[in-house]
């Protein structure tokens, strides 16, 4: 019964319930949010959830108003951040699309989005004709709809670019400076919702193996600092990254040593408060 009540929780709070907030006044403090975990402090926890296998549960299921699309969660990308899977119809053909929710009613899938309505969930859409040529792994967008996301890379090619909306208006894909895309793998970003900093992976030459985490805070310019390594209590001497924050900005979830069954960790997310420069 408690899974049931869980499941029901997190699949209106991804598909039903507007997501624009991101302080801790909009959502629930339930523990069932975190199913029941003692919350981690400052020292980051494994997060093992008995409930969950290692290929991942999968959630509810609703079929959209007209019946030719269809939903449900998988927790594959870890549970406080699921996977909206939707199947779509198009033509004769039922085509699979893995979304991420946003700070939004906008749900991103790579180089495609749809986008909350009055009476559901809008066709599918192109971000734009520049984003499809660009082979995108994770994409997150802030509560001004600026986008971050990364490019697929080989042989340590790897790249992080940002978009943003000018007048109402999605300007062409930027990448970011040396701050930034610098080093090798740059992969997997994630954007504070009020842009204040940026988490993303990268291999650099003063690392502690191969991918580390880092974070670039925002000055009071509009500039981004110099990346900030987590340090040996993040990462570790393998692929480290994957990292987000929870939709109440409480917690910080990551994969160290990233490997197969791609166990996850959390720390309060204090922890990046401890890493802000002094301005």
Not at 113 to 130: N, V
Not at 225 to 241: M, R
Not at 271 to 276: H, M, Q, V
Request: net charge negative.
């Amino acid at each position: 019964m408690k899974h049931i009540c869980i499941s029901t929780l997190l699949l209106l709070h991804v598909l039903l319930i507007n997501s624009r907030s991101y302080g801790q006044d909009t959502v629930s403090a339930s523990k069932d949010l975190y199913f029941g975990l003692t919350p981690p402090d400052m020292v980051a926890m494994p997060l093992a959830l008995d409930a969950m296998s290692a290929e991942g549960w999968e959630l509810g299921g609703l079929h959209g108003s007209g019946m030719d699309e269809f939903y449900f969660i998988s927790s594959l990308a870890g549970p406080f951040r699921p996977d909206v899977i939707s199947f779509r119809k198009e033509g004769r053909v039922w085509k699979k699309y893995d979304f991420y929710s946003s700070a939004s009613d906008i749900m991103y899938s790579k180089d495609k989005y749809i986008e909350r309505t009055e009476t559901g969930w809008s066709e599918m859409k192109s971000i734009g004709a520049a984003f499809e040529d660009i082979r995108i792994m994770r994409l997150t967008a802030s509560l001004k709809g600026t986008l971050v996301f990364d490019e697929v890379g080989t042989n340590g090619n790897g790249i992080i670019r940002y978009s943003r909306l000018v007048d109402g208006k999605r300007e062409a894909p930027k990448p970011f400076a040396k701050e930034i895309n610098t080093g090798k793998w740059n992969a997997h970003p994630f954007i504070a919702p009020d842009e204040s900093y940026i988490i993303w992976d990268s291999e650099r030459e003063d690392g502690y193996g191969r991918t580390d985490m880092h974070i670039s805070f925002r000055k009071k310019d509009g500039s981004w600092g110099e990346a900030i390594n987590f340090g040996d209590k993040i990462n570790t001497d393998g692929w480290d990254g994957g990292a987000y924050v929870t939709p109440d900005g409480k917690y910080l979830s990551f994969c160290p040593n990233c490997n197969p069954p791609y166990d996850r960790m959390w720390v309060d997310a204090k922890i990046i408060e401890t890493l802000r420069p002094n301005e």
